[in-house]
């Protein structure tokens, strides 16, 4: 009964320990952040030292620098939860690039490359990660996909295809373990003004970066 709901503990993580991919910066900086102030015990992974080590010092949690889009970087931080974090209760993948190209000049190598860091990072973390989360007791699973994978790009023939694969992925891993309580969802954000972005429209110009903010609903840049 809605008497019984204990809505005020629905929006905490007390007592939960999350991993969060890609947390040095950008959105997973903000995605860090949020977690810790609602209770979690984080776990801080970035390819870069320097993110990871500064993220880590700030909110005062364990960090690896490891390179998830590889099998030995998803296989070091395995280890890493086993040996120095123990049980898990959730991830948050944040990980992904979009090198901007125009199709004439695509290579099966960009392509290839879309989807190793875009999407097969994301079944290695799924096939490693999910049994510890499972085995916890159940818990939850975020990944970062984009509004891209919606539809075309001119700017970057790969990226929408490997995130649109990502979406599916993230269906199979809800269906295999959404029975052992795990469950699984990807959203779908459009720009977001990390520093990467802030580069991108200082590049592109002034009335072009407007003309981005327009296309959102509320007519502004994340």
Same mark, same amino acid.
């Given at each position: ?90 991830? !948050?993948? &944040?990980? @992904?690039? $979009? =090198?901007?190209?125009? %199709? ?77 309580? !795990?469950? &699984?969802? @990807?959203? $779908? =954000?459009?720009?977001? %003004? ?29």
């Amino acid at each position: 009964a809605a008497a019984d709901v204990e809505y005020g503990r629905l929006l905490r993580l007390d007592g939960q320990r999350i991993v969060v991919l890609g947390a040095g910066s950008g959105i997973g900086e903000h995605t860090s952040r949020m977690v810790a102030s609602m209770g979690a015990e984080l776990v801080c992974v970035d390819v870069d030292p320097a993110g990871a080590e500064s993220i880590s010092r700030t909110l005062n949690c364990p960090s690896l620098c490891a390179d998830v889009t590889s099998e030995s970087g998803v296989a070091e931080l395995v280890k890493f939860i086993e040996d120095e974090v123990g049980e898990i209760h959730g991830f !948050v993948d &944040v990980v @992904g690039r $979009t =090198p901007p190209k125009s %199709l004439a000049e695509f290579t099966l190598a960009d392509w290839e490359d879309d989807f190793r860091v875009n999407t097969r990072h994301a079944f290695l973390l799924g096939q490693a990660l999910c049994p510890l989360i499972a085995r916890s007791g159940g818990g939850s699973i975020v990944f970062v996909s984009s509004s891209w994978s919606q539809y075309a790009s001119p700017a970057a023939p790969g990226y929408g295809p490997a995130k649109a694969a990502l979406n599916t992925w993230i269906k199979q891993l809800a269906a295999a373990y959404g029975p052992a309580g !795990v469950r &699984v969802n @990807g959203v $779908t =954000p459009g720009f977001f %003004l990390t520093a990467r972005m802030v580069e991108t429209l200082d590049r592109i110009g002034r009335a072009a970066a407007e003309s981005i903010g327009k296309q959102a609903l509320l007519g502004g840049l994340g």
